[in-house]
T-cell receptor
Framework: DAGVTQSPTHLIKTRGQHVTLRCSPI?????VSWYQQVLGQGPQFIFQ???????GRGNFPDRFSARQFPNYSSELNVNALLLGDSALYLC????????????????FGSGTRLTVV | RKEVEQDPGPFNVPEGATVAFNCTYS??????FFWYRQDCRKEPKLLMS???SGNEDGRFTAQLNRASQYISLLIRDSKLSDSATYLC???????????FGTGTLLAVQP
């Protein structure tokens, strides 16, 4: 089975532009989360979606938005890009709760490395 | 105080050594914990889950001390391939969003 897939893998944008990042979860996973990881730090939670509804939002400005589609894939949009938005953006999916604890952990995609210049 | 704190390292150890990392968390209500491994410029990968007092998987042992609110990861007989950043992770809230520590860098030397 394919893991979590993200596109594009790398992206260079100019300040003020907007960007759309895409994620396809593992087949059967309905929960998708987005994380931002800047160099030298652990990932920071941005959004969580489940069954197309936003279930959680981290401490990020309104320039960040996301959505989940009926096939459970997801998009992360960032408007008015700033230099500080340069980071690795990670998408993660996990099985529904109620499964064995070992299935509880999130599986991450390989990420999109965004550079804002 | 950060929700999840780790010593960033680096930990430089020779092959075959035993190394331990500690992680402290601030939310006493947390029930489950994870250790993720992240190689340079790669995504985090789940290494171990901890739900009770501890968990063991081959050379890796994770232990949980709820009274002191810390989780440890012990790696025995270190291999060169163990060189990576080890992230301590605590799920939080109804959505179980993951709260990551900054990670501990391990470098195993030949």
């Amino acid at each position: 089975d394919a893991g979590v897939t993200q596109s594009p893998t790398h992206l260079i944008k100019t300040r003020g532009q907007h960007v759309t990042l895409r994620c396809s979860p593992i087949s059967g996973h309905k929960s998708v989360s987005w994380y931002q990881q800047v160099l030298g730090q652990g990932p920071q939670f941005i959004f969580q979606y489940y069954e197309k509804e936003e279930r959680g939002r981290g401490n990020f400005p309104d320039r960040f938005s996301a959505r989940q589609f009926p096939n459970y894939s997801s998009e992360l949009n960032v408007n008015a890009l700033l230099l500080g938005d340069s980071a690795l953006y990670l998408c993660a999916s996990r099985p529904d709760r109620g499964l064995q604890p070992g299935a509880y952990g999130y599986t991450f995609g390989s990420g999109t490395r965004l550079t804002v210049v | 105080r950060k929700e999840v704190e780790q010593d960033p390292g680096p930990f430089n150890v020779p092959e075959g050594a035993t190394v331990a990392f500690n992680c402290t968390y601030s939310n006493s209500a947390s029930q489950s914990f994870f250790w993720y491994r992240q190689d340079c410029r790669k995504e985090p990968k789940l290494l171990m889950s901890v739900y009770s007092s501890g968990n063991e998987d081959g050379r890796f042992t994770a232990q949980l001390n709820r009274a002191s609110q810390y989780i440890s990861l012990l790696i025995r007989d270190s291999k060169l391939s163990d060189s990576a950043t080890y992230l301590c992770v605590v799920p939080r809230g109804a959505t179980n969003k993951l709260i990551f520590g900054t990670g501990t860098l391990l470098a195993v030397q030949p």
